[in-house]
């Protein structure tokens, strides 16, 4: 009969490796380039959206949480022309400020993506099961930091630094409520699926929008519910 302590325990700071992994390997696959993130993580006590694209996503089941990443405007255009460029588009086709739409929808679409590998990763390696929202993107001018709350019950939050292939750098926030997933007994984690048929499935075309399509009008309606 194994005791606890021979059984393996995955934590807070295991669930974040997770899903900066998840991040790495699809901004990776998207945009032929490395992303690759620091071997040190900030304690926070707050989430926040802050300049220039703020992104945030909330799911919820097995545990609950939040995350964010908070782009720079130059880190947000290289991995969107990249992701377009290696899509196939031409340069003059692609939109030359950080604010337009497409930007958004494009950076909302990767969210998606990096989200959904995550969950799918929480299903095989943790046997539970969480659902996510539909990521919100924000265009924030230098002016505006914007806290957002979930409901936790007793919240922990980090924060990492991430780096993309032209050192431009992005930060990801994760809140969740402090947990630990202990294994019972050994399981297959069973198939993981290939970025490359996960970018494919989600492939950008001008005739889809995306999870932005309509951007003011639902940055509109969250600025709203978040009392502003």
């Known amino acids: 009969m194994s005791t606890q302590d021979d059984n393996v325990v995955f934590g807070t700071e295991d669930l974040l490796r ?29 989430t926040c959206l802050k300049p220039d694209i703020g992104c945030f996503v909330l799911f919820d089941g097995g545990f609950s949480g939040l995350v964010v ?11 969107y022309e990249k992701y377009l460029l290696n899509m196939g588009m031409s340069k003059s086709d692609l939109a030359s400020s950080y604010t337009s739409d497409e930007v958004s929808n494009v950076m909302g679409e990767l969210m998606n993506q990096i989200v959904g590998d995550f969950t799918g990763k929480v299903g095989r390696e943790l046997q539970t099961h969480i659902t996510q929202n539909q990521p919100k993107m924000l265009v924030l001018n230098k002016q505006v930091i914007l806290s957002v709350d979930t409901n936790l019950d007793n919240p922990e939050a980090r924060r990492v630094t991430f780096y993309t292939g032209q050192n431009n750098i992005f930060y990801l926030e994760l809140a969740v409520d402090r947990t630990e997933f202990i294994k019972l007994n050994d399981f297959e984690s069973g198939e993981v699926l290939d970025p490359d048929e996960l970018l494919a499935q989600n492939r950008y075309t001008e005739g889809n929008p995306g999870p932005a399509a309509s951007a003011d009008s639902e940055q509109d309606e969250l600025l709203k519910s978040l009392g502003m």
């Open 69 to 79: 990443i908070n782009f720079s405007s130059q880190a947000a255009m290289e991995l």
């Open 18 to 46: 997770s899903l900066c992994d998840s991040v790495s390997k699809v901004l990776t696959v998207a945009t032929h380039s490395e992303i690759r993130y620091s071997g040190m993580v900030q304690r926070i006590t707050k």
